[in-house]
């Protein structure tokens, strides 16, 4: 065997490998009694008929085609072995050169090649927000309003009642083949004047302010054109038609906030209690907030000074994995992923292109960043910490609903990977307090990568073009 290596700028190499003509020969023999098992061919038993039998019945170039096919997956193994090639991807027979003597062209993309450069010299602040007196008050007052008791009124909404209602959208111009129905008629209710509800600006900012003096029954239009800069790019710009009937109008009576409300809420004696609660999950959500800042940046400053080498293949398959995400995304809100694109206006090319493939690299690249890093850093799973993944899973397993109970296989299988998934959250959580702890200084460098988790923060939160969805904020963990 014969190689002719030839590298490529995308990260892969052409392989032209060059056989003895007697090799094929071999193969060709092999495969006659291959077909001749699986082909009937009269006046013999399978297998038995002579090879110029099978080769007159089949035919020379389904004879070769096997041949090659056999040869092939015999002989690509050692060629990536005598070649020292290490793929990232499955190569693929790009051309045959000859028949006599052998000769083939092979596409081999090579595995993503990561050099982190000086990363040790980066240095981030990291400096999470403290949590004001006020931001616990205001959460009081949501939980406050939470547990309010409604009674209906005969009267028009003024500020502070809760006004329910239903209401649809529509686009006043839409475009060729575009959808009009923006917003299905769906219920919404709202507190009026109240600067604490997640769902003050939904549908859009101020819209609440329109039910001040309304009262059950009453129906009414508004038209409202959204800017620019709006979150869901398929309203960009576009004006709305907004029909809205209020459905009922009910006056809230506050709870007193007392120790008997802290005991309402959960397992707390007092009101402090509750507040103390209140202020450790705002802290937590303020930490995961400059978490992700920090770990934003940080990939930045990585990404531009490493090299990173990968196939288009690698790319690619990133780039399907985010697109069944996103559609399944978008079925949860039933919607179809061609309606999506009507109603963003674009085709699934330049969907693809523009808004998914800057996504998957960004995420490609990190993942790639990481895994060197982990290298480099020596950061592995412990005992510890892969005992505490099992136990995680047992927890995570006892907490899922089943429509059905698993066949054993089936148990075994979601087992698994409820494991692999547990192990590489740890894993991966280790990898970014190293990485913190290198960024802010804290580390020293002849130190050992640290062991032990911290809080658990995502690092990445693109997600694609979704509709944009109210928010929900719980009650704070009892303790």
Known sequence: MKLEIQPRDDHQVNVIAEFETELLEQFKRRSARKIAEKT??????????????????????????????????????????????????????EKILSLDPPKFSFLVPLEPEVDLGNYKDIRLEYSPQAVEEQEVTDFLKRLQTNYATAEPVD???????????????????????????????????????????????????????????????????????????EKDEALRGKEVEFQVTVQSVKSLILPELNDEFAQTIGQFETLEDLKKAIREQLENAKKEEADETFFNQLFERLQAQATIKYPPQVLEHEIEHLLEDFQHDLSRQGMELDTYLKMVNKDRETFIREELEPIARRRLERSLIMEKFADVEQIKIDETNYQQAIQDSLRDLQSMPMDKKPT????????????????????????????????????????????????????????????????????????
Do not use: C, W
């Open 40 to 93: 009937r061919i009269p006046g013999f038993r399978p297998g038995k008929a002579p090879y110029d039998v099978v080769r007159r019945v089949v035919g020379e170039e389904a004879l070769i085609e096997q041949a090659i096919e056999d040869l092939i997956d015999e002989y690509y193994p050692k060629i990536l072995e005598e070649a020292s090639l290490k793929p990232g991807a499955a190569g693929n027979l």
């Open 408 to 479: 054993k296989a089936e148990q075994n299988q979601l087992t698994q990977e409820v494991l692999i998934y547990n192990i590489n959250r740890r894993l991966n959580q280790m990898i970014l307090n190293r990485m913190k702890a290198i960024a802010t200084g804290q580390a020293l460098e002849e130190q050992p990568a640290e062991q032990g988790l911290a809080s658990e923060s995502s690092t990445e939160s693109d997600s694609g073009n979704e509709p944009v969805q109210e928010e929900n904020q719980d009650a704070p963990a009892e303790e």
């Open 155 to 229: 009267r028009p909404a003024q500020e502070g009642d809760l006004v329910y209602i239903k209401f649809s959208g529509k686009l006043t111009h839409p475009a060729e083949g575009e959808d009009e129905m923006v917003f299905p008629e769906r219920p919404a209710q709202f507190i009026l004047g109240s600067d604490l509800m997640e769902n003050r600006s939904f549908p859009f900012p101020g819209f609440s302010e329109n039910l001040t003096g309304k009262k059950e029954g009453d129906a009414f239009t508004l038209t409202y054109t959204f800017p620019q800069d």
